[in-house]
Structure formats: C-alpha cells, structure tokens
C-alpha cells in the first residue's frame, strides 16, 4: 500500500473513531503513552492507537527524526500527540513524561512499553556488561513504566508490556534475552492483582519473529527464511500485526483480559 493510501486510511478510521465516541478535542480522547514508538512494533502500535482516536505521546530513546515521522503522520491523518525523549529506565525522566502528559492532555487511558533491547549469544561467552544493559532496559525499564503506570492510569486504563515467544521457543544464544522478558511476564498477574479495584488491566504481549530491525539484524536471508518458515502461517510477523493485538488489550473491547501473556506468533509455539 503506497503512504498516500495509508495515510487516507488512517484519516478515514481516525474519522470513524471520532464520530463514534463523539470526540472533538483532547479532553475527550483515551491518551496512550508509547515507549519505543520510533520505529518497529512501538512505531506501529502509535499509529493503530492514533488511527483508534487515542492523542499518542511518542517516547523515544535517541531518533528524534523519527519520532518527528511518526507524529508528523499522527498529524496528517488527523490525531494528536506528543513527541517526548526519554530514558525508560530512569524513574524521574519517565515521571516527567507523565507529568507531561498529563498537563497537555487531561490523564492517561492506555501506556504500552514497546522499549527494549535484545543481546544474542551463547551463556558461556556472555558479556556480563551487556547483560547489566539488557536488563537495565528490559527488567528496570519495564519496571519503572509500570510502576508510573500503576499511579496514573484512570479507571478503565491499560498497562501493556512485552515479552518474547522464544521462551516457548528456547532458541540458542537467547538466554540473556528471555531471561530478562521472564520477569517480566513473571510481573505481569501480579501487578494486575495488585491494581484490585482500579478497573486498569495489565497485560503482555509476547510476539514471535516479528520484521522488525532488532529482529533482522545480523540474521542472513537463509536464517530469516528458515525462521519465516517455523510458524504454520509460514511468514514472519509484522508490526502491524502485533499492533492490532495491542490495539485490542488497550482499549476498552479487550478489558476483560487481564493478568495475560498473549503469545502472538502465527503458532510458532
């Protein structure tokens, strides 16, 4: 599908979600805050929350210029949003950005932590300071996004975190990786335990090989072709893909899922 396309068919559901609801300003909207949501499946869950009528507040690590893309196209099609740089794993630069939110659009409904880092290689040859990074993104990360997440969220909100179907998978040299997304499906009933009577759901998704940059790189064509082929769809995800499960954990057609790891893989495992 050319941009043109695209964008005239997020300006056509972005429509439809508007008149549906009866929004007319940010007041009115779910606002969902977005880590990672410069590029890969955080780019396109911001898009497919956008094209829902959620105004998106865009948190990115380094790529300002693509961050600007994404919210550039959030705007054309119709949306509202916010770009905002931050450190997931820093607990007051991630406060900040709530706080940001909050003052430019009322509250917060949906937050997805689509951040994260992956390190392949085999235990024994691990870098234990790349370790410290993986789960300084992955575990420290998640954890500060939650626990902003568990404060703010109004009543009928959704905290949407990330894991991996290679735990189901046990691939070699992913070790570190899925140890770090262990914990945090291990995080994932508890927190939703824990917010007994807020009406707000937590969730994880726990994609399969998905198209993205962090998966591809350093992978040649034979092994992407062999990985395509593991699933019974016989392809690797999309983004997008992934997207449209996160659209329905975060708004109020999946809230009676709770506590879940959703494995969306194309039955891989």
Same mark, same amino acid.
């Given at each position: 599908?050319?941009?043109?396309?695209?964008?005239?068919?997020?300006?056509?559901? %972005?429509?439809?979600?508007? !008149?549906a609801?009866?929004?007319?300003?940010?007041?009115?909207?779910?606002?969902?805050?977005?880590?990672?949501?410069?590029?890969?499946?955080?780019?396109?869950?911001?898009?497919?929350?956008?094209?829902?009528?959620?105004?998106?507040?865009?948190?990115?690590?380094?790529?300002?210029?693509?961050?600007?893309?994404?919210?550039a196209?959030?705007?054309?099609?119709?949306?509202q949003?916010?770009?905002?740089?931050?450190?997931?794993?820093?607990?007051?630069?991630?406060?900040?950005?709530?706080?940001?939110?909050?003052?430019?659009?009322? #509250?917060? +409904?949906?937050?997805?932590?689509?951040?994260?880092?992956?390190?392949?290689?085999?235990?024994?040859?691990?870098?234990?300071?790349?370790?410290?990074? %993986?789960?300084r993104?992955?575990?420290? #990360?998640?954890?500060?996004?939650?626990?902003?997440? !568990?404060?703010? %969220?109004?009543?009928?909100?959704?905290?949407?975190?990330?894991?991996?179907?290679?735990?189901?998978?046990?691939?070699p040299?992913? #070790?570190?990786?899925?140890?770090?997304?262990?914990?945090?499906?291990?995080?994932?009933?508890?927190?939703?335990?824990?917010?007994?009577?807020?009406?707000?759901?937590?969730?994880?998704?726990?994609? #399969?090989?998905?198209?993205?940059?962090?998966?591809?790189?350093?992978k040649? +064509?034979?092994?992407?072709?062999? %990985?395509?082929?593991?699933?019974p769809?016989?392809?690797?995800?999309?983004?997008?893909?992934?997207?449209?499960?996160?659209?329905?954990?975060?708004?109020?057609?999946?809230?009676?899922?709770?506590?879940?790891?959703?494995?969306?893989?194309?039955?891989?495992?």
């Open positions: 599908m050319s941009t043109e396309n695209t964008t005239a068919a997020s300006q056509r559901t %972005l429509s439809e979600a508007t !008149a609801t009866g929004a007319s300003g940010p007041a009115q909207r779910r606002v969902a805050i977005v880590t990672g949501a410069s590029r890969g499946i955080g780019r396109a869950v911001a898009l497919r929350l956008a094209a829902d009528g959620h105004a998106v507040v865009i948190v990115y690590a380094g790529r300002t210029d693509l961050a600007e893309q994404v919210l196209e959030i705007e054309a099609a119709g949306g949003g916010l770009a905002v740089q931050a450190d997931i794993a820093d607990e007051k630069a991630m406060a900040a950005v709530f706080d940001q939110t909050e003052r430019r659009f009322g #509250g917060v +409904d949906a937050v997805v932590n689509a951040a994260g880092r992956m390190t392949l290689a085999p235990l024994v040859d691990l870098d234990l300071t790349d370790l410290d990074e %993986l789960h993104t992955n575990i420290r #990360g998640t954890f500060v996004v939650a626990q902003q997440a !568990a404060r703010r %969220l109004r009543p009928g909100g959704a905290l949407v975190t990330f894991s991996t179907s290679v735990l189901g998978t046990s691939f040299t992913y #070790g570190a990786y899925v140890a770090s997304k262990g914990a945090v499906e291990a995080l994932t009933l508890v927190l939703a335990r824990e917010l007994r009577g807020r009406d707000v759901t937590v969730n994880t998704v726990a994609p #399969g090989p998905t198209a993205t940059d962090l998966f591809l790189d350093g040649d +064509d034979e092994l992407i072709a062999h %990985l395509a082929a593991q699933a769809l016989e392809r690797l995800g999309t983004p997008e893909d992934i997207a449209e499960v996160v659209a329905f954990l975060a708004g109020p057609a999946g809230h009676w899922v709770n506590g879940q790891v959703l494995r969306a893989n194309g039955g891989l495992v």
